[in-house]
T-cell receptor, first 116, second 115 residues
């Protein structure tokens, strides 16, 4: 299957700082990327859908000013958690979708964010 | 909107036995049903998917069946091995044929295969 990378895999930051997470599709172009948040032993919660060259579409209850998403190219999307607080600590997973008739969706390895 | 129910939430089997995980969906327009395997601390990995134009798909020890009338689909793992232990998620969407519907996930099944 297609490969999606995420960087960093783990990050620890102080409360009030901002953290940027990168998501890259390594061997295919992704017009659409997704950002999920996953709490321990829970399912994936879609935060936003990101389309290359346009503004992200956020799910209800997700603060767009806190979770900034930029889909600058067909292979890169970034999620910036601004003014992070301990409650933002979570596992963040990005996903990229292939285009065309078979819109398969492949996930990155995830980023563990811990806010102290 | 779409709602996906997944059962069981936990499943424990002996090595070599079969494991079956079942999901139901509510949106009759959903036409793409992937299954993901997630190991601890990692992102979900697509293991198999099925589209609404077929009723069954098999890939080595893994198979998926789809009943559109009843709106349910199942994952079957035969000859289970300890490395099959993970959390499995089903999902449904209006994705086949170029549509861009979001994946709606089930709550996951933690599969444990005992040696």
């Amino acid at each position: 299957g297609a490969v999606v990378s995420q960087h960093p895999s783990r990050v620890i930051c102080k409360s009030g700082t901002s953290v940027k997470i990168e998501c890259r599709s390594l061997d295919f172009q992704a017009t659409t990327m997704f950002w999920y948040r996953q709490f321990p032993k829970k399912s994936l919660m879609l935060m936003a859908t990101s389309n290359e060259g346009s503004k992200a579409t956020y799910e209800q209850g997700v603060e767009k000013d806190k979770f900034l998403i930029n889909h600058a190219s067909l292979t890169l999307s970034t999620l910036t958690v601004t003014s992070a607080h301990p409650e933002d600590s979570s596992f963040y997973i990005c996903s990229a979708m292939t285009s065309g008739r078979h819109n398969e969706q492949f996930f990155g390895p995830g980023t563990r964010l811990t806010v102290l | 909107g779409e709602n996906v129910e997944q059962h069981p939430s936990t499943l424990s089997v002996q090595e070599g036995d079969s494991a079956v995980i079942k999901c139901t969906y509510s949106d009759s327009a959903s036409n793409y049903f992937p299954w993901y395997k997630q190991e601890l601390g990692k992102g979900p990995q697509l293991i198999i998917d099925i589209r609404s134009n077929v009723g069954e798909k098999k890939d080595q020890r893994i198979a998926v069946t789809l009943n559109k009338t009843a709106k349910h689909f199942s994952l079957h793992i035969t000859e289970t091995q300890p490395e099959d232990s993970a959390v499995y998620f089903c999902a449904a969407s209006r994705r086949y044929g170029g549509s861009q519907g979001n994946l709606i996930f089930g709550k996951g099944t933690k599969l444990s295969v005992k040696p």
